[in-house]
């Protein structure tokens, strides 16, 4: 099976940036979407960003403008640069593909796991 690993997260100030990384643990041949969650405490699970097999991307209301997710195919990884962060956006955040295919086989979702993201002065 398939694993997602991420990297990047930390402690940062507000108005400071981060940049999060997943990278898969086999080639990714195609993929419905690849993208970020977060769980802050006490919160659901909400979609922050994803990028979908066309192309097209979708970020939640409260990032937009602040966030962007990029893919590099021939790696297999996604990032999140995350800019002017706020104390709000302190949160857990997953990596996760859904619909991908890989030399492993078919995976309809698969989850990273969760990586710490701070905001605080």
């Known amino acids: 099976q398939v694993r997602l690993v991420q990297s990047g997260g930390g402690l940062v100030q507000p108005g400071g940036s981060l940049r999060l990384s997943c990278a898969a643990s086999?080639?990714?041949?195609?993929?419905?979407?690849m993208g970020w969650y977060r769980q802050a405490p006490g919160k659901e699970r909400q979609l922050v960003a994803r990028?979908?097999?066309?192309?097209?991307?979708n970020y939640a209301d409260l990032v937009k403008g602040r966030f962007t997710i990029s893919r590099d195919n021939a790696k297999s990884t996604v990032f999140l640069q995350m800019n002017s962060l706020k104390p709000e956006d302190t949160a857990v955040y997953y990596c996760?593909?859904?619909?991908?295919?890989?030399?492993?086989?078919?995976?309809?979702?698969?989850w990273g796991q969760g990586t710490q993201v701070t905001v605080s002065s």
């Open positions: 996760n593909a859904a619909g991908i295919l890989t030399p492993v086989g078919y995976e309809p979702d698969v």
């Open positions: 086999a080639r990714i041949f195609s993929f419905n979407s």
């Open positions: 990028i979908i097999s066309r192309g097209d991307t």
